[in-house]
């Protein structure tokens, strides 16, 4: 009897718990990078406060100049924000920092990405955001001014062919052979990127946090890096790949390596081909990954809502739209939900299968500083202020500092 009364005590005092719990008032803020908060976020956000009463979500656009920078001086402030669309490359810094968690993505999200892809986003044995927009890149080409210079409008295979096919156009046409980004920016990098993971080259081991930049891959890569110089578009450390976007729809450059959106960007009448980025002597027909996340922040007292949130705007629909809208190369596996446009093209299938030849954006506590070291060295090959091998060097030891 005795027993009984204290079973009957204790499931009447778990049920006011629970009925406690759902009945809180939680606010979270979110933000997500950018001039809007597109419709279908919204709507699931919308439906996951109808379905937890008392949770109210405010999202707040914030744009990419100063997305990031915001929240983090939020974070280091101790005033957080629950979520947060970042660029992956900042995660390594707040998770050493403790301003973001661990995020537990269920299998069955897992099974749904694409190879690879969770790697961008872990760091010692942790996945630290959802994967939420996700690019490989290719090279783009006017048929038009190719052919214009004498010679067929094919794919380089190789660098040495690529740099043929610049210095055919510099030589035969109006136009400079290749578009090359050498602006103060972080897709200086991200280009030099490209051809480092199409020589083999690597700049940290994530499984040891060794610094790997220094390497005859590397060096190879800043001398070729350099070398197009002779036969881009003059002056590239005032360009950044944006403004190639539009040299290219002017027709003064040839070449350039672009995103899957750069299709959606270039003038209809333009004939452009796309292939992908030619190997380098001593690699394949590689890519940057880079993969933008929605990590969830620590200290609000709501991780494990704001994780269900977030699980909800970086899976199914939300997400299709998402890669559809803004032109992304597919960060899941759609058909195995029933989507397969536009993802079933010749096009899209040259971006998909770059994956599994390409590596991840580096991953440094210091992202920043990273980033300047990178450009430094890219800028100081194009300009000839030291030798390659040298800058090479001098890079690595500098990034010991931020890794």
Not at 39 to 45: C, H, L, R, T
Not at 294 to 313: C, R
Request: aromatic share 10%; hydrophobic share 40%.
């Amino acid at each position: 009897m005795k027993f009984t009364f204290i079973k009957s005590a204790l499931v009447t005092f778990t049920v006011f718990l629970f009925s406690s719990f759902q009945s809180i008032a939680v606010d979270m803020h979110g933000v997500m990078c950018g001039g809007e908060i597109r419709p279908m976020d919204q709507s699931v956000v919308d439906q996951f406060m109808a379905d937890n009463p008392g949770v109210n979500v405010t999202m707040e656009a914030v744009p990419w100049g100063t997305c990031q920078d915001k929240v983090i001086n939020l974070a280091i402030a101790g005033d957080p924000v629950s979520f947060s669309y970042v660029g992956s490359r900042t995660l390594k810094g707040l998770a050493e920092n403790g301003h973001i968690v661990a995020v537990d993505i269920p299998d069955s999200q897992k099974a749904m990405y694409q190879p690879g892809i969770l790697d961008t986003v872990s760091y010692k044995g942790d996945i630290w955001g959802y994967p939420h927009a996700f690019s490989t890149k290719a090279l783009f080409m006017n048929c038009g001014l190719i052919e214009q210079a004498g010679l067929a409008c094919e794919g380089p295979q190789s660098w040495d062919e690529l740099y043929s096919m610049a210095e055919a156009v510099k030589n035969n046409t109006s136009a400079a052979g290749i578009g090359l980004t050498g602006k103060d920016f972080d897709n200086t990098m991200h280009q030099f990127l490209n051809y480092l993971y199409s020589n083999g080259g690597q700049v940290i081991d994530p499984a040891t946090n060794e610094i790997t930049l220094n390497s005859s891959n590397t060096v190879e890569t800043l001398e070729f890096y350099a070398k197009l110089a002779n036969v881009s578009q003059e002056g590239p450390l005032a360009w950044e790949r944006s403004q190639l976007t539009e040299l290219f729809n002017d027709e003064q450059i040839a070449m350039y390596i672009n995103g899957p959106w750069g299709a959606g960007q270039h003038k209809e009448e333009l004939n452009v081909k796309t292939v992908r980025i030619p190997a380098g002597p001593n690699g394949s027909q590689g890519t940057l990954l880079i993969t933008d996340s929605v990590a969830v922040f620590n200290g609000t007292g709501h991780e494990d809502m704001a994780s269900a949130l977030v699980a909800k705007l970086t899976s199914g629909d939300a997400q299709y739209d998402l890669d559809t809208g803004w032109g992304l190369t597919p960060i899941m596996q759609y058909p195995q939900i029933g989507k397969v446009a536009p993802y079933n093209t010749d096009y899209w299938m040259m971006f998909i299968d770059a994956i599994g030849d390409g590596g991840p954006e580096p991953l440094f506590v210091d992202y920043k500083a990273f980033q300047s070291v990178m450009n430094s060295m890219i800028q100081g090959a194009i300009l000839g202020e030291g030798d390659p091998a040298d800058l090479v060097a001098e890079a690595a030891e500098e990034l010991e500092e931020y890794k």
